[in-house]
C-alpha cells in the first residue's frame, strides 16, 4: 500500500510539473474565459489550469484574441517594442539582460526610438552597441556646425 501512494503521488507532480513546463514554452499566456495576458513566468499565470491555459507566441496574437496586459508582470503590447523605466534614463531592446532587472509597474514601452527619445531616454549602451541617436533639430532651427579645431 505504502508504494501504491508512492507511486501516486510522483504521478501527481510530475503531471503537475508537466503543466507549468507547458505554460513556460509559450512567450505568452492566457486563461480561457479571462481578460489578460502573462508572461508564461507570471506568479498570475502559473495559477493557469492546463485545462483553461491559451498559448500566445506575440504580445499582438493575445491582443488580437481580445486579452490586455496583467498589470502584474506588465508584457509589452507589441514583440518588437522597446522598454524603460519611468525613473530610468535610457530604453532597452526587450532581450536586454537589464530588462530583467526592470520593476514591472515601473516598465514604459515605446513602439520605436523615436518616441522614446522624443520623451527625453537615449540608447542602452549594452543592447544598442552601435547605436546612432536619431538626429534632433538644432534650437535655433539652424543646421548644425560642426566645431573649429
Same mark, same amino acid.
Given at each position: ?48 489550469? @492546463?485545462?483553461?491555459? %491559451? ?6 496574437? #493575445?491582443? !488580437?484574441? /481580445? +486579452?490586455? =496586459? &496583467? *498589470?502584474? $508582470? ?29 520593476? @514591472?509597474?515601473?516598465? %514604459? ?6 518616441? #522614446?527619445? !522624443?520623451? /527625453? +531616454?537615449? =540608447? &542602452? *549602451?549594452? $543592447? ?22
Amino acid at each position: 500500500m505504502k508504494k501504491f501512494w508512492s507511486v501516486l503521488v510522483v504521478g501527481v507532480m510530475m503531471f503537475m510539473a508537466g503543466s507549468v513546463f507547458a505554460a513556460d514554452d509559450a512567450g505568452f499566456v492566457a486563461s480561457k474565459g479571462g481578460e489578460k495576458y502573462h508572461y508564461a513566468t507570471c506568479p498570475v499565470a502559473k495559477k493557469i489550469t @492546463a485545462d483553461k491555459l %491559451v498559448k500566445f507566441a506575440t504580445p499582438e496574437e #493575445a491582443i !488580437k484574441a /481580445g +486579452y490586455s =496586459a &496583467c *498589470k502584474t $508582470c506588465n508584457p509589452p503590447p507589441t514583440a518588437g517594442a522597446l522598454v524603460a523605466t519611468k525613473d530610468g534614463k535610457a530604453y532597452h531592446k526587450q532581450n536586454c539582460r537589464m530588462v530583467a532587472n526592470m520593476d @514591472a509597474a515601473n516598465k %514604459v514601452y515605446y513602439k520605436d526610438a523615436a518616441a #522614446a527619445e !522624443k520623451d /527625453g +531616454y537615449k =540608447a &542602452c *549602451k549594452v $543592447c544598442f552597441k552601435d547605436a546612432t541617436p536619431t538626429p534632433q533639430p538644432s534650437p535655433t532651427g539652424k543646421p548644425a556646425t560642426k566645431a573649429k579645431k
